[in-house]
Every structure is written in C-alpha cells, then in structure tokens.
C-alpha cells in the first residue's frame, strides 16, 4: 500500500505545510538526509496550540498537539519530496519539545503524539529513534515543537 493511499484509509488530512518565518528553511535535503525544521503546535484551522503541559493544558490535549506536530512534518517531508512519500526511507529521528511546568515528567507521553502518527503512516519506514526534552518556554507560547530527520531515496 502507497503512503498516499494509507493516508487515506487512516483519514488524514495533512495541514499545508508552513513556509519559515525567520532566517531558517523549513527542509534541507544533505546528502540522502532530509532534516526538516521544528514544527510547532496548530490545531486543523492553523491556529496555535499555546500554554504550559501541566498547567494549561493536560497530558492528552499535549499528545494532540504533538501529533499535530507529526502531521506538519509529514506535510514538510511531502513538499521537500516534491509530492511523493514514497521517496521516504527511514525515519531516523525526532527531537521533541514540551512547554510544560517545572515539576512535569510526562514529557515522553506528549511526544508519543508526534512518534505515532509518523509511525501509523510511514509503518516500519516511521521508526526512530527519539528525544522528548522539557522547555520553560517554546516561540509564540506553543506547547510542543518537534523537528525531524529522515532518509530519503
């Protein structure tokens, strides 16, 4: 089955992917590595998705937001690959950020948003190694950031 195709059975809709705001790119293509900047948190209108995890919002509505992340990357990936997924290798990694409150320790569990989604479209292409990292702030108060690298054909 073509990453399209389950895409479509998983009934997702990918957001269009953002261009950069700042002196940066979205996707740099070096070698067979695709590293695609942070994406951070926006619901299904494009909206952000601010505040603290363990203040403002709670360890399901982080996941959300992480997964939110998830789909940006995908939608980065899919325009960096010139609209064909199918040029995804590997996975190789994600970083992922949570604004969340001092004495929070489920950061993991947030960034499980993001981890399965790839997982869930990319199957075994989606695994990846992984760090979830505890932030006291992310750019416009979003509650979760993650940037991604991927091997691409």
Known sequence: MSIESKIKDLKIILPEPKDPVG??????????????SGQISTD??????????G???DVKQG?????????????QVKKACGGDLQ???SCIKLTGYVNSTDDFGEQPKIINGASEIISKVFDNKGLHTRAAVSCNSLPLNVAVEVDAIFEVI
């Open 23 to 36: 002196s940066y790119v979205a996707s740099k293509l070096v070698g067979k590595l695709l590293y695609i």
């Open 87 to 89: 040029k995804v290798k």
């Open 63 to 75: 996941y959300e937001a992480a997964k939110r992340c998830g789909l940006a990357i995908i939608s």
């Open 44 to 53: 299904e209108n494009g909206d952000l998705i601010k505040g603290k995890i």
């Open 55 to 57: 203040k403002d919002l």
